[in-house]
């Protein structure tokens, strides 16, 4: 697939813990309870540097912080991490995504001279960022996002858009130029095809007793609502299903294009952070996509072979697991890899198609 050598991008999930709840969000029960399989992990520094072994990346050119599971501020070494990746690879852009309520002041004024950006997930104002960044104290967030860009900081406000904020979208641009943000980037959020590939005309949010809280809607207004919502419905129809559809189309990976490896906080190795939502979770845990990972890891080596904490990553992607990924596009293909990397269905793309740190 590639060579640790030709990676260009590297996202690193340094840390699975989170303050947050959000509800379409893997680690946790549609906004309620942990997912209890999930291994819960904060790299030290000392791993960090051994286990990413920057010398052997020549053709990097962007390591991002942020992850599948977690949070990256909710690891308390994250500016000495990126300190060392500074040190160095003294070229390289550093970026981070984070909800911007966790993590000291101190750290984000670290991290100001440090990266070269910070991107906000901030899904409204005062009175409706919490629905979906449930639990995300805003007088925290704000402290540190106006620390960050105090300090001299490059702040990004990404703004996921719902029926709950649409109407807020202008007024948060203009508190976002007030405070000094240099960016604001809409999200027209490919979510509500859920983890099981089903498509949801709104979400049922959970607390953590397991009781409902109140449900979560798309952006009525059409300009703010992901449009490949309809080539879902199209495909669904001319196929019979998602999964037969994901199981025909060519596959054309975005990693293997962008040359972007990802390492999660467990210390697993994928091309991209996708394929590591198949593993934990009551959505996937006991699917065919499920199966067949753990079966591909096995046949791999198993965590000798896949997994940083205990081998190298030059040999992990240098090795027989990345292979045996991109084979199994044509023999036994991940339902995954046919619904994020088919050719007739590109959520995430037109997802993340104001955001000028994604590709």
Known sequence: MIALEQVESLQLEVSNYCNASCPQCPRNYYGGKTIPTLPLRKWTLSEFKSMIDLSK????????FCGTYGDPLSNTHIDKMCE???????????????????????????????VDFIAF???GLENTNHIYRRNVNWQKLMSNAKTFIKHGGHAIWDYIVFDHNQEQIEQARDLSKQLGFK???????????????????????YNRNGG????????????????????VDLITKEYGSLNNYSLKTCISC?????????????????PCGWLHDR???????????NIKMKKMIRDAGGLASTNV?????LDIVNGVWFELIEKSWTNARLERCGIMCGTDINLIGVQNKEVSYKE
């Open 254 to 270: 975005n990693s293997r294009r962008i040359k972007e490896i990802y390492i999660g906080a467990d210390g697993f190795v994928f």
């Open 212 to 231: 409902v809280d109140y449900q979560i809607y798309p952006p009525s207004n059409t300009t703010y609502l992901n449009d490949n919502y309809q080539q």
């Open 57 to 64: 990346m020549r053709n990097i050119k962007q390591i991002y």
């Open 183 to 205: 960016e604001f980037s809409i999200k027209r959020t490919g979510r509500f095809l859920n983890r099981r590939h089903e498509l949801e005309k709104n979400l049922t949010v």
């Open 309 to 313: 904490f205990h081998a190298n990553l």
């Open 84 to 114: 060392h990746v500074r040190s160095v690879l003294p070229d390289v852009k550093i970026g981070i995504h984070t909800n911007g309520a966790i993590g000291s002041t101190g750290t984000f004024a670290n991290l100001a001279n440090l």
């Open 121 to 123: 997930g901030i899904d």
């Open 279 to 289: 593993l934990y979770g009551p959505d996937v845990e006991g699917t065919e996509d």
